[in-house]
């Protein structure tokens, strides 16, 4: 507990100074703190890839899309989840390039259980993974700042899971960051376990070695769909991540902007463990504290302390971000990302997804389905069988609809039933460039 107290002290001290970002001393990140992808060579030396190790950050439930276990075990594609993809793509690595890259787990107290039920069933398999339970802390009421839990066996819904900042504790205490460096490990890639672009990539990891840094940020360019991400800036000549929620409401337009800030923050994270191991048992690391508001089921509002990976960069010498192609960014955060990661848009090599030589654009369509396709269990009651999307820019559909089997979606493609009434989507129906309304007429566009 005594890193909650840390944090929660720290928290106190800056509410009293109420302390700000100066925005007169934000700048964009110069051409040293971002690097282009382009310009990374391929290594000559396989073998550096042991003293690797990938960590997946595994301690969200998937609530959004109305789970309630480990949202790791959501199956994604071809009946495989994401750990399964994860398993499955360490494993062809190792044995393609005969080297040892181990996996690591960060679970939480609410996927902990479900994730060592989850990983048995590669128990006969040669990859090696490893559990570890990030850190617990107590909810704090927003009235009066004392936690909501008042004993340590209290019921769990009383406490959180304070963030990927806690990897740095976690592996510290967890004797997992002292292990890895006993077996020779001297890097380890972090991403989300939701992040299904985050594979091992060894441009990057040769790149980390040739230019002696301790820390790499993959970030990649921003669309309007990004403006809320978190960005690298230029901070009286060091490089940091800026989050929304530092950002003063004055200048919430600016952080925003495409062109001020290209570029923003893909959380797949690359670390010196020696490096990391020096800055925990030297300095220590404080991370800037992100106030994440919350209610209780009974309504009372409390509030969360966390803290980003991604804020740690201040600490590491020679920590920059490495601008990578967006196909590293491939998150599933909704039933829409979903639904374009089990389309025909995608499929699997080796556990990897690859965009089909078919696809004629570049970007991806953007998908956008409504509150009657939030949960998992409605999209999938919904979708008789996953729509043709091959040639879909643009989907829109609110309200009560349905999707029969061998739809082919093509151009833009928007389906609005209207309050009360329910629109079927036939078998085997192609809708081109089609505004479908609440009394099923269609529209051409």
Not at 231 to 243: F, N, P, Q
Not at 358 to 376: C, N, S, Y
Request: hydrophobic fraction near 40%.
């Amino acid at each position: 507990m005594q890193s909650f107290f840390d944090l929660f002290a720290r928290y106190l001290a800056d509410k009293a100074k109420s302390q700000e970002l100066d925005w007169d001393r934000v700048k964009s990140p110069g051409s040293d703190q971002i690097v282009a992808y382009d310009t990374l060579t391929e290594p000559k030396d396989k073998s550096v890839l042991n003293k690797l190790a990938v960590l997946k950050v595994n301690g969200g439930l998937g609530t959004s899309m109305g789970m309630t276990g480990a949202k790791s075990a959501l199956e994604v594609k071809d009946d495989m989840t994401f750990l399964d993809l994860t398993v499955r793509q360490i494993e062809h690595l190792n044995t393609d390039k005969r080297v040892d890259v181990p996996l690591i787990l960060m679970t939480s107290f609410n996927t902990h259980e479900d994730t060592l039920r989850i990983i048995r069933k590669y128990a006969n398999q040669q990859l090696r993974i490893t559990t570890f339970n990030q850190s617990r802390y107590p909810r704090i009421h927003k009235e009066n700042l004392l936690p909501v839990a008042k004993s340590a066996d209290s019921d769990k819904r009383e406490w959180y899971p304070p963030g990927h900042g806690d990897i740095f504790n976690a592996l510290l205490h967890s004797g997992v960051l002292d292990q890895l460096i006993a077996e020779g490990k001297e890097y380890l890639f972090v991403s989300n376990s939701d992040n299904l672009g985050a594979v091992v990539d060894e441009k990057i990891l040769q790149h980390m070695i040739e230019s002696q840094s301790e820390y790499i940020m993959e970030v990649t360019d921003k669309t309007k769909a990004d403006v809320k991400g978190g960005t690298l800036i230029d901070y009286e000549g060091s490089v940091r991540l800026l989050e929304v929620a530092q950002v003063p409401g004055e200048h919430m337009e600016d952080f925003k902007s495409v062109r001020k800030f290209k570029i923003f923050n893909t959380n797949n994270i690359w670390l010196d463990l020696r490096a990391v191991k020096r800055v925990m048992e030297t300095e220590g690391m404080e991370l800037e504290i992100i106030v994440n508001p919350k209610n209780m089921d009974d309504g009372t509002p409390v509030l969360q302390l966390e803290t980003a990976v991604g804020a740690a960069i201040k600490h590491f010498k020679n920590g920059h971000g490495v601008n990578v192609p967006r196909s590293r960014f491939l998150p599933v955060k909704s039933c829409s990302d979903l639904l374009l990661i089990k389309s025909d848009i995608y499929s699997l090599e080796h556990g990897q997804l690859v965009v089909s030589e078919a696809r004629q654009f570049e970007a991806t369509p953007v998908i956008k389905l409504g509150d009657h396709f939030k949960k998992i269990q409605q999209f999938q009651k919904r979708f008789k069988k996953i729509p043709k999307i091959l040639e879909l820019d643009h989907l829109t559909v609110t309200g009560d609809v349905y999707f029969g089997k061998n739809v082919t979606l093509r151009g833009t493609v928007i389906v609005v039933a209207n309050e009360g009434q329910r629109i079927d989507i036939p078998d085997g129906c192609v809708l081109e460039n089609r505004l479908l309304s609440g009394n099923l007429t269609m529209t051409e566009l």
